[in-house]
């Protein structure tokens, strides 16, 4: 569509899943100029405030890398626009032979943008890999049931699990571990800097890198040789335009200068755009949660500090689980497009439940400052609790605000001080894993749609947050979840987690996303996206 044929704007905007959030029917190529838009589909200019750490799959867990990924790399499974199950997508066929073995069949004639060969020997390499590196900012936490992965024949793989019937195991080879990199290009050791990727063109999926700048602007070619599940691009090309700023986003998706704009507007700037009579609002349910994690090793009376003390510790923990006012950030900050949440698994998914509302608090989901004091009191911890609080700029910048009133909440109650510090996420993500952060924010946007996803990347020995958080008793119950077929059984398990972890408090749950989408009734795809499964792809979306 062009300016002169199309007026209408359109945006998508989604708090709670992992990328799309803004489509115009308007726009140019780079991001900025007159636009390229035609019936036949054009260029599509996709607006995102998110970062890429890094374009190598062993080196990334976050969703502005993984935006990028998705667009570049095969996958043996991937998610079908408008579904939430796992599909074959390079691959012709996959499904469990024995209930520890799950067989993957490629395709044939598959190939990289380089020319290399893509076979079942590249798929070995690349889940080794992820594994072998175990880089801490990488997603080798979602492979811990994988034990072997070989190569049968050039176009069969064969994935050995350790614990039978891995109810999620087809989802995870559609998420952060599941890219499919050329072994001819990726070093079997480190992480490849992302320079150097782009030098070696090991893309074979939808699209194909045509120039790249680091967290500035990535074009994208649509990949004639990829035979997966979403089929041909329907645009002519891409660009992926990073802002620093996200008013500058808002603006440039009002002024029609990109097509697609995505994390992170403010609750504020979708407000606005709900008046804007160019526009529709389209809201449903999100996976995303916005949560503290506590740094067993180094918060307030943690193991490494001077005066450690576990009992302490819990009582820290668990005073500022009584204290914190969910409903005050969701509707000061958020104007409630986000929701209290009380629960390690969102609301919607199977096995949902809210221990942290019956445990902490006053019982109904408000604080409680008696508590608070008699938990610490009866811990023995006598004087005002020094707490450095750390939160970054990834999650838009109306984090500042709402780790803001986290502090006022606390600093309230006359228990703790708060040194309140942010970091750039860049930085955030090498340092929190350092153990420099006692306590600070993350936030998690779902990998697969199942509740296991909110259990095992955090819970388990080796879990990506490397917060020091180990519990047998948990992890075991997180495991036999992960293989019961019974659902009812399952359910049951999963609520039995969560409980146990609601009394350890590893993480403090405080906000669950809402999903919002702005759009204009012409663009097509647009409810299919709303309801895809946490995966967005640039060539799917249709003009």
């Known amino acids: 569509m062009t300016k002169s044929t199309k007026a209408l704007r359109s945006v998508i905007a989604l708090a709670g899943v992992s990328a799309f959030a803004l489509t115009a029917c308007t726009g140019p190529t780079g991001g900025g100029g007159t636009s390229t838009q035609s019936a036949g589909g054009g260029t599509i200019t996709y607006g995102t405030t998110d970062k890429v750490v890094t374009l190598d799959p062993a080196g990334s ?5 993984f935006m990028v990924m998705n667009q570049i790399y095969p996958f043996l499974l991937n998610y079908k626009p408008g579904t939430a199950d796992a599909s074959p997508d390079i691959a012709e066929s996959a499904s469990f032979t024995s209930p520890t073995e799950y067989t993957v069949k490629l395709k044939s004639g598959l190939k990289f943008a380089n020319g290399n060969t893509l076979d079942s020997s590249d798929v070995v390499f690349s889940f080794n890999r992820v594994v072998a590196i175990n880089d801490p900012n990488g997603p080798a936490s979602l492979l811990s049931n994988m034990s072997t992965v070989e190569a049968k024949d050039p176009t069969t793989v064969v994935f050995t699990l350790k614990a039978a019937n891995d109810q999620v195991f087809p989802g995870v080879l559609a998420s952060n571990p599941g890219p499919i990199v050329d072994e001819q290009v990726f070093p079997a050791d480190k992480v490849m800097d992302d320079d150097a990727i782009i030098k070696g063109k090991p893309f074979a999926g939808q699209y194909t890198i045509e120039s790249y700048k680091k967290n500035e602007l990535v074009s994208f070619k649509p990949n004639a040789d990829y035979k997966g599940l979403l089929g041909a691009a329907s645009n002519e090309g891409a660009n992926l335009k990073h802002y620093a700023d996200p008013n500058n986003l808002k603006l440039d998706v009002q002024q029609g200068n990109i097509d697609v704009a995505g994390r992170i507007l403010t609750a504020t700037d979708v407000a606005d755009l709900e008046k804007d009579s160019k526009v529709k609002v389209h809201k449903g349910p999100g996976g995303e949660l916005r949560y503290m994690v506590f740094n067993f090793d180094t918060m307030p009376f943690g193991a490494k500090t001077p005066e450690a003390d576990a009992k302490k510790s819990l009582a820290v923990r668990q005073a500022i689980a009584h204290l914190v006012d969910r409903d005050i950030i969701a509707s000061q900050v958020f104007k409630n497009t986000y929701t209290p949440v009380y629960s390690y698994v969102p609301q919607g998914f199977e096995g949902a439940a809210e221990p942290l509302k019956s445990l902490y608090g006053d019982g109904t989901g408000k604080p409680s400052l008696d508590k608070a004091k008699k938990v610490l009191a009866d811990a023995g911890v006598t004087s005002v609790v020094d707490l450095k609080l750390q939160y970054t700029d990834r999650y838009g910048t109306s984090a500042a605000d709402e780790y803001a009133l986290v502090k006022q909440q606390l600093e309230k109650s006359g228990l703790f001080t708060v040194d309140l510090k942010s970091t750039e996420w860049t930085t955030y993500t090498k340092e929190r894993r350092a153990d420099a952060y006692p306590v600070y924010q993350l936030g998690w946007f779902p990998d697969y749609s199942d509740a296991d996803n909110y259990l095992t990347p955090f819970f388990i020995p080796g879990n990506f947050l490397g917060n020091h958080y ?10 036999k979840q992960l293989v019961t077929t019974d659902k009812a059984e399952r359910s049951k398990l999963l609520g ?22 702005v759009a204009g009734t012409d663009v097509k795809g647009v409810e299919k996206t709303l309801d895809a499964s946490f995966k967005t792809r640039l060539g799917v979306m249709s003009k």
């Open 470 to 479: 180990e519990n047998a008793a948990v992890a075991a119950v997180v495991n």
């Open 61 to 65: 867990y976050d969703g502005g890398s």
């Open 496 to 517: 039995e987690a969560q409980e146990a972890i609601a009394k350890d408090l590893s993480t403090l749950p405080l906000l669950q996303g809402a999903q919002v989408m």
